[in-house]
């Protein structure tokens, strides 16, 4: 997880999903975040809107083992992941049943996104039509929600469940049974340093972690990336402003080791 903040500036999912998209409005505050849907919804004058999301491989994001990935906490997490998947925890379990820890990593990832450029040029002139009753999360005068839009995810279809170690030497791991599942492949292979392994994949492709910009709305419902922040004070006692450029980022503060899920 801290891997994928600090190398991505992403916030992870703890439920991959397919709603997870580029040019996503979300509505967060504190640990409150929802998917209020997609910007052309929320924008005047969408037709001529036309953004496409550009695709790049990218070397495999692995959540790695520590001393602390004991097998609660390794189910617990490996538990969400799967659920987007449809598949249920159980068959794991029993599989694994002879494991102390666990190592997850993500394999064929996929890296979907949108320059931040490309939508600020294709956002010029656009206004959020404030009349929209969904605007009043973000308009609102007491307890409103900042409003993000998703410029990036990480998208995966397989999942690797290393063995790291096990309750005895000689106990072996098994190949869990899905009940036929036709679009899931389950292998139990061999690594390289002679540890188990468990490889599941599926066809389709689930967002596992994401960015977003902040939007800040300007006179007329114009929108804005970026704010204005104060600074320190100057050597000669004035406060300097600065008008920092937008930037992608995670929902989640960089100390907080947590997964994120949608309200």
């Known amino acids: 997880m801290e891997t994928i903040r600090k190398t991505y500036n992403m916030t992870p999912l703890d439920i991959p999903d397919s709603m997870t998209q580029p040019l996503q409005v979300v509505a967060h505050r504190g640990k409150k975040s929802m998917l209020m849907g997609s910007l052309k919804e929320l924008i005047e004058n969408p037709e001529d809107l036309n953004l496409s999301t550009e695709m790049a491989d990218v070397a495999n994001v692995s959540v790695e083992n520590t001393g602390s990935l004991n097998m609660d906490f390794g189910f617990q997490l490996l538990s969400g992941l799967l659920k987007g998947f449809g598949v249920e925890i159980k068959p794991f379990e029993f ?10 990593a993500f394999e064929n990832v996929q890296h979907k996104s949108i320059p931040i450029l490309k939508i600020g040029k294709a956002l010029k002139g656009k206004t959020l039509d404030i009349e929209n009753p969904a605007m009043n999360i973000f308009t609102r005068s007491e307890r409103k929600f900042n409003m993000y839009l998703i410029s990036s995810v990480l998208e995966s279809n397989s999942i690797l469940i290393n063995v790291e170690k096990t309750t005895d030497d000689g106990v072996k791991v098994e190949a869990p049974d899905l009940g036929g599942l036709t679009d899931v492949s389950i292998e139990l292979k061999e690594t390289s340093s002679k540890k188990q392994r468990i490889e599941f994949s599926d066809k389709k492709h689930l967002t596992f972690a994401f960015s977003a910009i902040e939007l800040f709305l300007g006179p007329g419902g114009t929108i804005k990336f970026g704010e204005t922040r104060i600074l320190k004070r100057s050597l000669d006692g004035t406060i300097q ?13 960089e100390d907080a080791p947590a997964l994120m899920g949608w309200n």
């Open 95 to 104: 599989a694994l049943k002879g494991a102390k820890e666990i190592s997850i």
């Open 241 to 253: 402003q600065e008008e920092p450029q937008p930037e992608e980022q995670s929902l989640i503060e």
